[in-house]
């Protein structure tokens, strides 16, 4: 027995499911960790990594309709290829209480086509979450999409109802979303609405920000991309920014543009992290003359080849931020070396994979353990 009982609901939502594969909806980037359908008949349930853990969400659209011409989207305006469904506020929320009721969905994922104007189309998803949040009383997890040119007060009751919200900018500069979608004002649809963003937490508003770049379209670079990314964490609170690898869709002004490719978007999540968490400047990262990363090796990898090779880092010493430059090390083994070094030496790489470090050899070339180049011994296997 099918849990959504009316099968035109069921069939809209299968429709809906296919048109959101390329938002960002998990922690993950998708290049490593690509967001599964659970096994079980009902569409747009989708198994991702959320802030509150690991949830089958439900991830939808309003509608399928859209009065903004986007060149590489799947449901731009005049695109004959694409079903065009809409949902009213209760008939989708009705259809995720049954869902989540059900066990079968414990999240949601709502975005939106735009039909009469941005503001109608925000009030459509508020609707649909104030019916879900009050009537059915559901306080799990919520992440919205926000519309180009939503009002303050639209984004301040998306933040309310929340836990996440998209504003996704799509170019990473001015001219790059030009190029991608004429019909969108970079600064004054989209930037300002993560200024807004950033104000509404400031004053207690939880929810957290994200954004998504479309990669390799328009001739976008790494640089570009990776600096708009460092300005959004570090001027306006970004929790993160998703790159997704252009491909192109049939029936589209972009159909005969080649692919982008899946490890340059790895690259960029790589890089991103390094950034958001690891506390690098982007004038740091190693890029080539073309302006982008390569594809051939961990960036993290290269900058230590270029700088430490000559130069090892001595564990014994290190700050917390020096260690963390090293390749195979991240937070949890800074933590854990610098809480070692506090009541013996580490001298070997043994010591440190008996600190859960799973693969020291990575370091090796880096690194000096008590003022000696570690000896590394090959496995037999």
């Known amino acids: 027995m099918n849990i959504i009982s009316n099968p035109n609901t069921l069939e809209k939502l299968k429709i ?3 048109s959101t594969d390329f938002e960002p909806v998990g922690d993950q980037p998708q290049v490593e960790h690509a ?56 008939e989708m929320a009705a259809s995720f209480d049954q869902l989540q009721r059900a066990k079968i969905a414990d999240g949601l994922f709502l975005s939106s086509g735009i039909i009469k104007g941005s503001v109608t189309t925000q009030d459509k998803i ?8 009050r009537r059915y009383q559901y306080r799990g997890y919520v992440h919205l999409k926000i519309m ?40 004054e649809e989209l930037l300002q609405r993560l200024a807004w963003a950033h104000q509404i937490r400031q004053s207690g508003v939880r929810a957290s920000t994200v954004t998504q770049f479309v990669v390799g379209a328009v001739g976008d670079t790494d640089v570009e991309l990776l600096s708009t990314s460092e300005r959004l964490y570090r001027q306006m609170g970004l929790t993160r920014a998703y790159f997704s690898a252009f491909h192109p869709i049939v029936d589209t002004p972009f159909e005969n543009l080649p692919s982008a490719l899946p490890t340059r978007e790895f690259r960029l999540y790589q890089s991103s992290f390094l950034l958001r968490d690891y506390g690098w400047n982007v004038e740091e990262l190693p890029f080539e003359q073309t302006g982008n990363l390569r594809l051939d090796i961990d960036p993290k990898r290269a900058w230590a080849e270029a700088h430490l090779t000559h130069a090892p880092i001595e564990l014994m010493l290190a700050s917390r931020e020096e260690l963390m430059r ?56």
């Open 16 to 18: 809906a499911s296919d």
């Open 148 to 187: 180009p040119g939503a009002e303050y007060d639209q984004l301040y009751r998306a933040m309310q109802l929340a836990d996440r919200v998209s504003i996704n900018l799509e170019g990473a500069t001015e001219d790059r979303l030009a190029a991608l979608a004429p019909k969108k004002n970079f600064n």
């Open 126 to 133: 508020l609707d649909t979450v104030e019916i879900i949040r």
């Open 326 to 381: 090293i390749p195979g090390f991240g937070p949890k083994a800074a933590e854990s070396i610098m809480k070692a070094r506090r009541s013996g030496h580490l001298t070997e790489l043994s010591h440190l994979r008996a600190l859960g470090i799973r693969a020291p050899e990575q370091a090796a070339p880096f690194i000096l353990l008590d003022g000696h180049k570690p000896a590394v011994q090959l496995s037999l296997f």
């Open 35 to 90: 967001p599964k359908r659970l096994a079980h008949d009902l569409p747009c349930i989708t198994n991702v990594s959320t802030p509150t853990g690991a949830k089958p969400v439900m991830k939808t659209m309003m509608t399928t309709a859209c009065e903004r011409n986007c060149y590489y989207c799947p449901f731009r305006a005049g695109r004959g290829k694409t079903q065009r469904i809409t949902f009213k506020p209760d």
